[in-house]
């Protein structure tokens, strides 16, 4: 896991190894039939993934994590449905705001950031609100780490016979997630999460039995999961410009995935990177924003160090120039640093994370 360049101890983009990297030194013509087996073998081995094959399909689309997530919602929602959005931090809200600006009907159901979603009030507000037609949920909640009860939510749905929207996007490849004990109408993940490719593209898992129902719900062209999902069908092609080396690049990402273990392999090796992490600093007196049994192994949110000598600029700047790239809080309340545990990443480079904060905070005046 050598890498000689910046470590990114961040939620996407991430450390990706040479073996992927070097997947992308290639061109490929997007029509081009060496290219569409790729695209095929992907989608194969995701679904896979879920074990999902008989009442799932996948459906790849162009962009950034956030792209698929507005896809998803676009093509999944009628016109005229409404997505009650259990939220506990950025990602919830930025779920809402793009169901909103698209004119969809949408209503918060807001949690303490701290704390899970509680499927008890979950079913208390499906209770009280019949319109309500879906279920908008994240699952690792990447603005603070904490992970939300999937399994329960997704037990919820079907007794009140609402849909499912799940943004798995910094949990697929680490949590697990099957479809065997997980119903769902679309879950969303992207290749510069967990897969540990570089991003560039996002992928929708679709209930089939949904699949018919999404023919005009999109008010976006480019956006149209539906759309995408017939073209790729019939011609195995893209409807527009694949990003052909972000793909080239996940497939190579997804041969390791599976050659390192899975998801349960990939998962031990994360919590291994965040143990060694809060550890090594909680020695230094850095406390984590989460109860230590509500941490996960995907990012960690530290709390600001209580020094006047400490600001995150400088602080982010000396741990860069020992060649890690940390990531800033996403909290309003509370000052805050994150320190993401995935990507290409093992327990001897924590180890080494753990060391430079040592010296940095000691050149800062803090310990
Ligand atoms: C990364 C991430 C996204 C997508 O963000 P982009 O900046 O569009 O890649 C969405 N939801 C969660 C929970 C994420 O971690």
């Known amino acids: 896991m050598q890498n000689p360049d910046y470590i990114l101890l961040t939620p996407g983009p991430l450390t990706t190894t040479n073996r992927t990297k070097e997947a992308m030194l290639k061109d490929w013509g997007s029509w081009d039939r060496d290219f569409n087996n790729i695209t095929a073998h992907i989608r194969s081995l995701l679904l896979s993934i879920i074990e999902g094959k008989e009442d799932y399909v996948v459906v790849p689309m162009q962009g950034s994590g956030t792209f698929s997530v507005e896809a998803t919602i676009q093509s999944v929602m009628p016109k005229d449905g409404h ?11 930025r779920m809402a705001t793009l169901t909103q600006k698209m004119g969809k009907k949408v209503t918060l159901l807001s949690f303490n950031e701290r704390e899970a979603v509680n499927p008890s009030k979950v079913n208390q507000a499906l209770l009280d609100d019949p319109s309500i037609t879906h279920v908008g949920m994240i699952h690792c909640e990447t603005g603070t780490g904490i992970i939300n009860p999937l399994e329960e939510i997704s037990t919820l749905c079907q007794k009140h016979d609402v849909g499912l929207i799940v943004d798995a996007m910094s949990s697929f490849g680490a949590l697990p997630i099957s479809a065997k004990n997980i119903q769902f109408d679309a879950l969303i993940s992207a290749s510069g999460k967990c897969l540990e490719s570089v991003p560039g593209a996002g992928f929708v ?9 999404m023919e005009n719900n999109s008010t976006s062209l480019s956006l149209d999961l539906y759309d995408q999902y017939q073209y790729m069908e019939k011609t195995g092609q893209w409807r527009f410009t694949p990003p052909t080396h972000v793909i080239a690049a996940l497939y190579e990402a997804l041969l390791q995935f599976i050659d390192e273990g899975g998801q349960k392999k990939r998962l031990a090796r ?17 406390k984590t924003f989460l109860e230590p049994t509500a941490i996960s192994p995907i990012i960690v949110t530290f709390l600001a160090p209580e020094s006047e000598h400490y600001q995150f600029k400088e602080f982010y700047e000396k741990v860069k120039q020992q060649g890690y790239i940390l990531y800033p809080g ?10 993401g545990c995935i990507g290409a990443i093992d327990k001897q ?4 994370v753990v060391s430079c904060m040592t010296s940095v905070l000691a050149q800062m005046n803090i310990l």
Do not use: H, P
């Not at 996403?330 to 320190?339: A, G």
């Open 330 to 339: 996403k909290l309003t309340e509370v000052e805050t640093f994150r320190v």
């Open 83 to 93: 997505i009650l959005v259990l939220d506990n931090g950025a990602y919830c809200k």
């Open 205 to 213: 898992f679709l209930r089939r039995a949904i699949l018919t129902s």
């Open 270 to 286: 994360y919590e291994e990177n965040c143990k060694t992490l809060v550890n090594g600093l909680s020695v230094l007196g850095l």
């Open 349 to 352: 480079n924590m180890q080494d």
